[in-house]
């Protein structure tokens, strides 16, 4: 067995636990997802608009990820439309 082998063992117990917080707790994950998103565009005055969606679409659809790593489908995978971006100001 290989480092990279030993690490993923170690690691699984970590995911499983991950991916069962995001079941549980997604819909308040994507509303802080969307509140820091709102806080930092307001900082940077719109400047990273564009980025900040971005980023902001990209930790949505890993969460999804995560919460939907038991085989089940949701959004991302073609079943669902896609999240929205936050809102701008």
Known sequence: MGL???VKAKLSPAKDKVSGLA???GDRIQHGIDKAAKVVD?????K???TI????GKAKD???RLAHTDGTKGPGDGSAPPASPPPTS
């Open 48 to 50: 990273y608009s564009g």
């Open 42 to 46: 307001e900082k940077t005055k719109g």
């Open 53 to 56: 969606q971005t980023g902001t």
């Open 4 to 6: 990279l082998d030993s």
């Open 62 to 64: 890993a969460m999804e």
């Open 23 to 25: 079941q549980q707790h």
